[in-house]
């Protein structure tokens, strides 16, 4: 199975901060790569799909870049509803898997 | 509009097994596949499978092969997920979802989940 692994675990930042979380793959994705928000309780929301296309109706705040091993899902300017937890997906061989999640909190 | 409806939450013992539905509306059901994604209390999202729900065929999670049965009913527009021999590890949110027009597996829109308790 690939094994995704997202850095950092919590991240402490304020509104209008600039952050990035990076998500790296035990071996070649490609850009098979999606990027989603997740709010406690609720089911997760796609920001990014192949690894740096922005979704239908998300914020253009939010950019996603990388191939291959190494991605970065970059938050321009931080937003109050932009507080939750955010995981990556590899979709390019199954098992799909997921990274163990960021929790981006409020310094 | 497009949405993904599932069944309730279910409390089941030991050695049972749960089928989840997942009601599709607002959209061509056989156009797109159904995936289901688990995530069990303060862990990450699991991926266990997927029907075409156009021509049936499935893939599932090697981890819940054997245990799992992903199947459809098109005139009803609804995904099922059966999950047997349930054990505590199971215990889990259940989610349907279904991918992007063009895209394998990038899911933007999902169902809101269905608890599953697994307990003695």
């Known amino acids: 199975d690939i094994q995704m692994t997202q850095s950092p675990s919590t991240l402490s930042a304020s509104v209008g901060d600039r952050v990035t979380i990076t998500c790296r793959a035990s071996?070649?994705?490609?850009?098979?790569l999606a990027w989603y928000q997740q709010k406690p309780g609720k089911a997760p929301n796609l920001l990014i799909y192949?690894?740096?296309s922005l979704e239908s109706g998300v914020p253009s705040r939010f950019s996603g870049s990388g191939s291959g091993t190494e991605f970065t899902l970059t938050v321009s300017s931080l937003q109050p509803d932009d507080f939750a937890t955010y995981y990556c997906?590899?979709?390019?061989?199954?098992?799909?898997?997921f990274g163990q999640g960021t929790k981006l909190e409020i310094k | 509009q497009v949405q993904l409806v599932q069944s309730g939450a279910e409390v089941k013992k030991p050695g049972a097994s749960v089928k989840v539905s997942c009601k599709a509306s607002?959209?061509?059901?056989?156009?797109?596949?159904i995936h289901w994604v688990r995530q069990a209390p303060g862990q990450r999202l699991e991926w266990m499978g997927w029907?075409?729900?156009?021509?049936?065929?499935?893939e599932y999670s090697q981890k819940f092969q054997g245990r799992v049965t992903i199947t459809r009913d098109t005139s009803a527009t609804t995904g099922y997920m059966e999950l047997s021999s349930l054990r505590s590890e199971d215990t889990a949110v259940y989610y349907c979802?279904?991918?992007?027009?063009?895209?394998?597996?990038?899911?933007?829109?999902w169902g809101q989940g269905t608890m599953v308790t697994v307990s003695s």
């Open positions: 192949k690894a740096s």
């Open positions: 979802a279904r991918p992007r027009y063009g895209d394998s597996a990038a899911f933007d829109i």
């Open positions: 997906q590899q979709y390019n061989s199954y098992p799909y898997t």
């Open positions: 607002g959209y061509t059901f056989t156009t797109y596949a």
């Open positions: 029907i075409n729900s156009g021509n049936d065929n499935t």
């Open positions: 071996q070649s994705i490609s850009s098979w």
